[in-house]
Every structure is written in structure tokens, then in C-alpha cells.
């Protein structure tokens, strides 16, 4: 059975970084596109960035400042935040890049970016 277990996550100021990490058990992520996603209350989920291969894609509001990585020996997926800003204030969730509607979904990790 396919787990996610996400860390890393807190409370940061206003242009601060953080780096999340998703433990993957169940699968080998190295044969999956790996994602990453964020929520906030009310609001769908939405997709922040994506790993294929060697190729990696963001949301036009974190370009620049996200940066996604796998450690396919260790089966992790990280995300690397930097500059944020209140807005990037929301879950954070990993999982394949096209989980489909009956995934299982990680507790997540919640990120705080408040002065």
C-alpha cells in the first residue's frame, strides 16, 4: 500500500525559506512523475510543481522561487521554498503527478508565512 508522509513544514517570515521532504513507501518513485501540491481551507488543491525524468515544472506563482528534487535511492521527493510569501501559506502534499481520484493522500505539512 502506497504511503506519503511529508515533513518539514512551520511557521517562516515573510521572505523566508523552507524545505519539505515526502517519504514514499509502496512504490519505487523512480518509475512515477512525483508532485507536489498545496491546499488551503475552501479551496481545491492545486498542483505546484511536477518531476518527470529530469524535467521539472512549477506554477507560474512559485517559478523562481520552488524548486522540486527526488532522491530515488531514499524514495523522497523534496520541495525547496524560497522567498515566500503569505500567499504560499497552505498544506503541502506530495504524490504522483496524476493520482487520480481514489489516491491515497499523505497527512501533509502545514506552512505558515506570517511575521
Known amino acids: 500500500q502506497v504511503q506519503f508522509v511529508e515533513s518539514g513544514g512551520g511557521l517562516v517570515q515573510p521572505g523566508g525559506s523552507l524545505k519539505l521532504s515526502c517519504a514514499v513507501s509502496?512504490?519505487?518513485?523512480?518509475?512515477?512523475?512525483m508532485a507536489w501540491y498545496r491546499q488551503t481551507p475552501g479551496k481545491q488543491r492545486e498542483l505546484v510543481a511536477s518531476?518527470?525524468?529530469?524535467?521539472?515544472n512549477y506554477a507560474d506563482s512559485v517559478e523562481g522561487r520552488f524548486t522540486i528534487s527526488r532522491d530515488n535511492a531514499k524514495n523522497t521527493v523534496y520541495l525547496q521554498m524560497n522567498s515566500l510569501a503569505s500567499e504560499d501559506t497552505a498544506v503541502y502534499f506530495c504524490?504522483?503527478?496524476?493520482?487520480?481520484?481514489?489516491?491515497?493522500w499523505g497527512q501533509g505539512t502545514q506552512v505558515m508565512v506570517s511575521s
Open positions: 509502496g512504490i519505487s518513485i523512480s518509475w512515477y512523475p
Open positions: 504524490n504522483k503527478r496524476s493520482p487520480g481520484p481514489f489516491a491515497t
Open positions: 518531476i518527470i525524468g529530469g524535467t521539472t
